[in-house]
């Protein structure tokens, strides 16, 4: 029997999953994250290997050379041509002999959402950037800029307008509302210098922390501050900017093309999808549910690219199930 492994990476969180050529769950990891922004290149390449033999280590018939093809999505991709090619060069020194593609993490996300299909999508999770890919196979990139000027619409950068806002309603700039006492609550904040201290020497340096903020304006949303729901409809705003670029450059606007979407984020979508629809909608677009997870995409990519296996049959046939 052969197998494929699809890496799903994050600022976060990383996800690995092995499947047979059936779509058999073999093996399933979820880990942290992979940025080599964050923890370096060797750090990304070390961490990739060993949870590669986690997977193999749960079924003693599992082993290296029945691997046939790997898939990689991984955060920070396409952002550094140094980094990039360190990783390239390393990853291929400790794979010999096993194919595999590396990505951005965003490509698996297409891949998985939209089951290989022509369309676009958004992940927005501690960062943010779209993909699409269009019927004559052209594909496209949109925002997954550095931390320092872009991110828009990902969770570090809510995080950041978290901050902002909470500031504001601090000193008077804007009406104070849940925000500003869940997040006193939440992370035992007396004073606004309590406030300053914590953020610069405990936030500030850590995306992941920074992102995490964007829980606590979640629940300020649902408790109806007003200036925390508005915050989300500026979010779907920068989603859409990234939508519409692709969809220009792809010539796919009004086409009834598909935009899907993936990340952490849409853990709030009660604020952001239905807002984020009415505008897709308004140039010839639709938004649909995922059909798959990122991990899952990025199997699929490889069973794809590795294989003539999803060229013989619907893909619809392929399905993810655990092994009985």
């Known amino acids: 029997m052969n197998y494929y492994i699809g890496i799903d990476g994050g600022g976060t969180k990383t996800e690995y999953l092995m499947t047979d050529e059936t779509g058999q769950i073999a093996a399933h990891i979820l880990t942290d994250g992979s940025s080599y922004k964050d923890i370096g290149v060797d750090n990304v390449i070390s961490k990739i290997m060993h949870n590669i033999d986690r997977l193999l280590e749960a079924d003693s018939r599992l082993s290296m050379d029945k691997i046939r093809g790997i898939v990689m999505g991984l955060p920070c991709h396409g952002e550094s041509r140094k980094d990039d090619a360190l990783l390239l060069e390393g990853l291929r020194a400790k794979l010999i002999n096993i194919p595999f593609y590396l990505t951005n993490d965003v490509e698996v996300g297409w891949a998985g959402s939209l089951a290989l299909q022509s369309g676009i999508n958004i992940v927005a999770g501690t960062g943010s950037i779209a993909f699409g890919r269009n019927d004559k196979n052209e594909s496209a990139r949109s925002g997954g800029w550095s931390t320092f000027f872009g991110d828009e619409g990902s969770c570090y950068w809510l995080g950041r307008r978290t ?58 949303a649902k408790a109806g501050d007003t200036s925390a729901i508005n915050l989300y409809k500026e979010t779907a705003d920068e989603l859409f900017m990234m939508i519409y670029s692709l969809a220009y450059r792809l010539g796919l606007i009004g086409s009834g ?38 991990v899952q995409g990025a199997v699929l990519l490889a069973v794809h690219m590795f294989s003539n296996i999803l060229s013989n049959r619907d893909i619809s046939e392929f399905k993810f199930s655990k092994k009985e």
């Open 163 to 220: 901050m902002e806002l909470f500031a504001k309603q601090e000193d008077g700039r804007v009406k104070k509302g849940e925000l500003y006492h869940i997040l006193k609550n939440e992370l035992s904040i007396h004073d606004f210098l309590d406030f300053i201290d914590k953020m610069e020497t405990e936030y500030a340096p850590s995306r992941s922390r920074v992102a995490s903020l964007q829980k606590i304006l979640l629940m300020a």
């Open 257 to 294: 093309f598909p935009v899907s979407y993936s990340g952490g984020l849409f853990h709030a979508s009660e604020f952001v999808i239905p807002h984020l629809k009415d505008k897709v909608d308004s140039i010839g677009g639709r938004l649909v549910k995922p059909r798959y997870t990122p």
